[in-house]
Every structure is written in structure tokens, then in C-alpha cells.
């Protein structure tokens, strides 16, 4: 999964895989191997993410992850980890995940036909 041009750093692109992590990429390093300058431990394999930043700089990330869990992890503008919250809300693997204009997460499971809203409290 691959999100680009989400904050105001156009050089900087997201990527999230099985392993529980997302990355933040500098495109000006790439191919170099390991070319990614932050990683964020979401602690699941990620479906699903979703970035967004905020007026004072910070950035939320929502993620849908395999173990029927979302997160919602909060960073500085400089990709440290400030805060992470966990919704165990669904029953199956969470497939799909978006940020709402209220600021609230909405993730669903279409094997346990959920449609879940929940504050993120980040």
C-alpha cells in the first residue's frame, strides 16, 4: 500500500506492509536500499492506511489491520511517534479505513459486515 502528496512535504511518500510498519520514504534516496527515514510501528499488518495532517504539524495516521484491529498513531512533523490508539471494535480483518471531515475514523469488515465510527482521542 502506497499513499503520496498527503503532506507538505511532496519529497515524502507513506508505504505500510505486513510487517507492521509504516514508512515514511524520501523520494530523493530511492533506489537506494533502505532509502526510508522513518519507520512507525503500528504493531499489525496493515490493510489499509490513511494520512492526515494537521493544522499544528502533526500528522494521523489511521490504519486497518489484519487481526481485526484499526490504529490511529499521531506524529510530530519530523515522524515521531506521539501517541497510538487501538479499536477492537470488528470481529474480522478490518479491510478498509478513512478519516472522516469530523475528525472521527470509519473502518469496516465486509466478513463481519461492519460499518464502525469511532473517535480516535489522538
Request: one cysteine or more; aromatic letters at 10%; hydrophobic letters at 40%.
Amino acid at each position: 500500500m502506497i499513499r503520496g502528496g498527503v503532506h507538505s512535504k511532496a519529497e515524502e511518500i507513506l508505504t505500510a506492509c505486513y510487517d507492521g510498519r509504516i514508512r515514511v520514504w524520501d523520494l530523493r534516496k530511492i533506489p537506494a536500499r533502505n532509502g526510508y527515514i522513518k519507520e512507525i510501528d503500528v504493531a499489525e499488518q496493515c490493510w489499509d492506511f490513511v494520512p492526515v495532517e494537521e493544522a499544528e504539524g502533526t500528522i494521523r495516521v489511521a490504519a486497518a489491520c489484519i487481526y481485526s484491529n484499526a490504529y490511529m498513531v499521531k506524529c510530530g512533523a519530523d515522524w515521531t511517534l506521539q501517541g497510538k490508539r487501538l479499536f477492537n471494535g470488528h470481529k474480522s480483518i478490518v479491510y478498509g479505513v478513512d478519516v472522516l471531515p469530523t475528525g472521527e475514523v470509519a473502518t469496516c469488515s465486509f466478513y463481519d459486515k461492519r460499518l464502525c465510527v469511532w473517535q480516535a482521542g489522538l
